[in-house]
């Protein structure tokens, strides 16, 4: 082994490794929060983009923010009136109810979509097990002939039971969940699921990527989230007639009150509403990548002070300051390479076991990130060898060699 | 005046070694010369400056005053000219100095490296010469004493240098392969006119030299 910075890692076998697991945890660090952090909110944004539909109409007074919306918000008729007033340019308005439930330990958005509308909201994605809610629409029908019918006199108050929502005839009670809900809550089809004060059937397990990890009938979710008012929904999909511009669509149907946004604008309304967690998290980052690098450096520091008679007998056979400093630094690059390799392997297999535990959160290890801290990495290295690699060149070789 | 013949000139030096109360004045104004293709041994008491000497030749150390020219070349040419200089120079120290993490072989690899050299077989015919081939694949550690020592040569010479420095090289070598090596020296200083300045407490060794001169007290006594 003739390339010396190469030997001097060989020789120094349990010191060089433990220099590299630094920077393997520093990148590890670096690539699994970045990937955890920007996976799990990008992969909400890449569920709203497989929703088949360009424009999200919503109430104005929310602004420009959507992840908060839920509960009764635009009356359905808005959806009628704007159909029927853009007729050419809108193919198909379609109402959802989002409200906040508790499944599998954590919070969810339900969705409540009519059933002919599910496939819209699911990209296409077929159901992999059981059956869609209320497929034949009895439940919708029956809840509408209750609710919306003109009062007689004798029937002004109209209560419905939990028995009577949940009555075989009507199946209002029941839940479609996507397979990572699946896997995380460990649900199967038909099993009861207890959330929002009630008792939910699973009839359907859908491929996750869909708008939602939970969706049931809207009137349910109208009737049971938005107080007996089976009227209003929370947003509404537009579908545009084939070839509609978004924007252009987007300004013509707004109206006073309420607001349209773009499907693929969502994804920028979430950066900027949690852009903030990432700063946070590369704050982190950057302060897990500095340890890295001062380990590198006392490990190099340590390195030029144990091998001052070494570094000595190359000046002495006229090594310039440049050779001396670029074996410095290639035993910091070296380490620096097998650490970087460690820890984006790492970063795999901390992903890989993070989505293994906790499902329901998504790890995506980028080329960019890897990019990143493969830069990271080889800046980190060059710098911290400079102070290592200078006093290298400061050694007095007479002290070094021992003479007298 | 810089004669044509004189690789080393060597005056006035003086050097000091150690801080405060400990510093000791080793060199105490010293002149040298060597001549070109010179076989030169230094003797004297321990304690006397040689190894401080040699060092301050080697340019390992700066003299605190003083001159030395090599080959009309001022050791005070400022840093780029001493590195250059030392890729001239061989060194044997008392102590070998070899790398311990690279074989034999590729010690001498890496001398020549950082001199801008690459093996050109000198190496190898020098491993063979001083009886060490079979260990040029060895850490320093798997080798003898003996075999560190001759191995430490092959590194000082294998680039052909022009001033070769030798402290005590056959300090740790039994009286055989003292000899051998001792007769190698002669033999490169005969052939190639390698100028050598050996530093020595042996009489025997001192004879395989031209010229032997004594130190004492930071001087040369017979120059």
């Known amino acids: 082994m003739s390339y010396l910075p190469l030997a001097n890692i060989l020789h120094h076998?349990?010191?060089?490794?433990?220099?590299?697991?630094?920077?393997?945890?520093?990148?590890?660090?670096?690539?699994?929060?970045?990937?955890?952090?920007?996976?799990?909110?990008?992969?909400?944004?890449?569920?709203?983009?497989?929703?088949?539909?360009?424009?999200?109409?919503?109430?104005?007074?929310?602004?420009?923010?959507?992840?908060?919306?839920?509960?009764?918000?635009?009356?359905?008729?808005?959806?009628?009136?704007?159909?029927?007033?853009?007729?050419?340019?809108?193919?198909?308005?379609?109402?959802?109810?989002?409200?906040?439930?508790?499944?599998?330990?954590?919070?969810?958005?339900?969705?409540?979509?009519?059933?002919?509308?599910?496939?819209?909201?699911?990209?296409?994605?077929?159901?992999?097990?059981?059956?869609?809610?209320?497929?034949?629409?009895?439940?919708?029908?029956?809840?509408?002939?209750?609710?919306?019918?003109?009062?007689?006199?004798d029937q002004e108050i109209v209560e419905i039971t939990k028995d009577q929502l949940a009555d075989t005839d009507h199946n209002g009670l029941e839940m479609v969940i996507d397979t990572r809900l699946a896997t995380a809550g460990g649900y199967r089809l038909g099993q009861k699921v207890f959330t929002a004060n009630h008792?939910?059937?699973?009839?359907?397990?859908?491929?996750?990527?869909?708008?939602?990890?939970?969706?049931?009938?809207?009137?349910?979710?109208?009737?049971?989230?938005?107080?007996?008012?089976?009227?209003?929904?929370?947003?509404?999909?537009?579908?545009?007639?084939?070839?509609?511009?978004?924007?252009?669509?987007?300004?013509?149907?707004?109206?006073?009150?309420?607001?349209?946004?773009?499907?693929?604008?969502?994804?920028?309304?979430?950066?900027?509403?949690?852009?903030?967690?990432?700063?946070?998290?590369?704050?982190?980052?950057?302060?897990?990548?500095?340890?890295?690098?001062?380990?590198?450096?006392?490990?190099?520091y340590t390195m030029v002070l144990q091998r001052t008679r070494e570094i000595a007998i190359l000046k002495s056979s006229g090594a310039s300051?440049?050779?001396?400093?670029?074996?410095?630094?290639?035993?910091?690059?070296?380490?620096t390479a097998a650490g970087a390799a460690a820890g984006v392997a790492l970063s795999f297999l901390a992903g890989w076991g993070i989505e293994a535990c906790r499902p329901l959160l998504t790890v995506t290890i980028t080329w960019w990130w890897i990019a990143v801290a493969a830069a990271a990495a080889l800046l980190g290295a060059a710098a911290s060898s400079l102070y290592p690699a200078w006093r290298a060149t400061r050694i007095d070789m007479l002290e070094a060699l021992r003479f007298e | 005046m810089i004669r044509d013949q004189e690789t080393l000139i060597a005056r006035g030096l003086h050097k000091s070694l150690g801080k405060g109360r400990a510093r000791l004045h080793v060199l105490r104004g010293l002149d040298l010369t060597?001549?070109?293709?010179?076989f030169l041994a230094v003797m004297g008491p321990s304690g006397c400056g040689k190894s401080t000497l040699l060092g301050v030749l080697g340019l390992i150390t700066p003299p605190d005053e003083g001159t030395v020219t090599i080959n009309g070349l001022a050791i005070t040419d400022g840093e780029v000219a001493r590195t250059a200089l030392r890729r001239r120079i061989g060194f044997v120290f008392q102590r070998f100095n070899l790398l311990g993490v690279l074989s034999a072989a590729d010690n001498v690899a890496i001398s020549l490296r950082v001199r801008g050299?690459?093996?050109?077989?000198?190496?190898?015919?020098?491993?063979?010469?001083?009886?060490?081939?079979?260990?040029?694949?060895?850490?320093?550690?798997?080798?003898?004493?003996?075999?560190?020592?001759?191995?430490?040569?092959?590194?000082?010479?294998?680039?052909?240098p022009e001033l070769l420095l030798a402290d005590e090289p056959t300090g740790n070598l039994d009286s055989k392969n003292a000899a051998s090596l001792l007769e190698l020296f002669r033999q490169i200083n005969?052939?190639?006119?390698?100028?050598?300045?050996?530093?020595?407490?042996?009489?025997?060794?001192?004879?395989?030299?031209?010229?032997?001169?004594?130190m004492k007290d930071g001087r040369i006594l017979d120059q």
């Open chain 1, 199 to 300: 008792h939910f059937t699973i009839v359907g397990i859908v491929p996750a990527g869909g708008l939602a990890r939970a969706f049931m009938p809207r009137r349910t979710a109208q009737f049971l989230f938005g107080n007996g008012d089976i009227t209003k929904s929370t947003l509404m999909f537009i579908k545009l007639a084939g070839g509609g511009e978004p924007a252009a669509a987007a300004r013509k149907i707004k109206r006073p009150g309420t607001a349209v946004m773009q499907v693929d604008q969502y994804r920028g309304m979430l950066k900027d509403k949690f852009g903030i967690m990432f700063t946070y998290v590369d704050a982190v980052n950057v302060v897990a990548m500095v340890i890295a690098f001062l380990f590198i450096m006392i490990t190099l």
């Open chain 2, 190 to 214: 005969h052939r190639r006119r390698q100028t050598i300045v050996m530093i020595t407490h042996s009489a025997e060794a001192a004879g395989y030299a031209d010229r032997i001169v004594h």
């Open chain 1, 13 to 153: 076998k349990l010191r060089s490794a433990l220099s590299a697991m630094g920077i393997a945890i520093g990148i590890c660090m670096l690539v699994t929060l970045s990937g955890l952090s920007r996976g799990s909110l990008y992969e909400i944004a890449d569920r709203w983009e497989e929703v088949d539909a360009e424009l999200i109409i919503y109430p104005e007074i929310w602004g420009r923010n959507l992840t908060t919306l839920s509960g009764s918000a635009l009356p359905d008729r808005y959806g009628d009136k704007i159909a029927a007033e853009h007729s050419r340019l809108i193919e198909r308005v379609v109402p959802v109810f989002l409200w906040p439930i508790r499944l599998a330990g954590q919070d969810q958005t339900v969705v409540g979509v009519d059933p002919q509308n599910f496939n819209m909201l699911v990209g296409g994605r077929r159901l992999r097990q059981g059956r869609l809610f209320d497929p034949d629409g009895r439940f919708a029908g029956w809840l509408e002939n209750t609710l919306l019918a003109p009062a007689g006199e």
């Open chain 2, 117 to 160: 050299l690459k093996a050109d077989g000198a190496a190898d015919e020098l491993f063979e010469a001083l009886g060490v081939a079979h260990v040029s694949r060895r850490k320093p550690a798997e080798m003898s004493v003996g075999e560190q020592q001759r191995v430490a040569v092959v590194r000082a010479m294998a680039h052909r």
């Open chain 1, 321 to 335: 300051n440049f050779f001396l400093i670029r074996q410095v630094w290639a035993e910091s690059m070296l380490l």
């Open chain 2, 34 to 38: 060597v001549r070109r293709g010179e």
